[in-house]
């Protein structure tokens, strides 16, 4: 595991009740800092996730909705109030919008409303919240990491509007780098197959994601906070840039 003397820094982590907003939470309060856990305001899971990370450290609630911008720029300008500044924001949070997976070829299933949510919750929402924690972070000399997602490399996603709206996270992160600089770093990472009941994959798509691996597995969320703990308060000399965790399934 990834450990820094984190001691006195502050993060937000959007998307924290599950997956990897959990375990980068958890990774981030075991380090030493003081994070606010984003989930949305009617999330059971969220209040649970607060009270168990609470036995670890300084952990609070941040609950709002990020596709929606009076909440979630409320959401990013209490957390830093709370803390009195900020010095790394986690954009994790996404939605798949859909139970199964949608073929390419089933264009008839994409309809306006998918394309307005997933673009709202998975990129959107991604420019709202870094805008608004913008100036916190540039006092703090701080950063943003962002999850993509290798479907923004391969645009083999749940569906056209997923795999679309985290392109697009790659291009916002590469922007903000440029329009956050000197001050702040922002990166991104993108996960590959991981095995979680997000989405229900068909059993022959987990497994052939598993066998084109090169590594021959699914990843686990604490192997993606690993990393994106790395490009918040290490990588130095990182911004700009996208990280591939795929265990070698693009390669």
Do not use: H
């Amino acid at each position: 595991m990834v450990t820094f003397g984190l001691n006195g820094k502050a993060a937000l982590v959007t998307g924290a009740a599950s997956g990897i907003g959990f375990a980068s939470a958890k990774m981030l309060l075991e380090s030493g800092a003081k994070v606010a856990l984003n989930f949305l305001p009617d999330d059971p899971r969220g209040p649970k996730a607060v009270a168990e990370l609470q036995t670890i450290g300084k952990a609070i609630a941040a609950p709002g909705d990020v596709a929606d911008p009076v909440s979630a720029e409320r959401m990013i300008s209490n957390a830093v109030s709370e803390f009195g500044g900020l010095d790394l924001l986690v954009n994790n949070a996404g939605a798949p919008g859909v139970k199964e997976p949608i073929p390419a070829t089933r264009l008839d299933l994409v309809t306006e409303e998918l394309w307005d949510t997933l673009l709202q919750v998975n990129l959107v929402s991604v420019f709202r919240c870094s805008r608004a924690a913008a100036s916190a972070l540039k006092a703090s000399k701080g950063a943003i990491v962002n999850v993509a997602s290798t479907a923004a490399i391969d645009a083999r996603g749940s569906t056209i509007p997923y795999a679309a709206a985290k392109a697009g996270v790659v291009t916002l992160t590469r922007n903000f780098a440029r329009a956050l600089s000197p001050e702040v770093r922002v990166n991104a990472v993108a996960p590959g197959f991981i095995d979680s009941t997000w989405i229900n994959w068909p059993e022959e798509t987990r497994r052939d994601a598993t066998e084109k691996a090169l590594l021959k597995r699914a990843i686990q969320p604490a192997e993606i906070a690993e990393v994106i703990v790395y490009l918040g308060f290490g990588a130095s000399m990182i911004t700009g840039t996208t990280v591939l965790v795929d265990g070698g399934l693009l390669a």
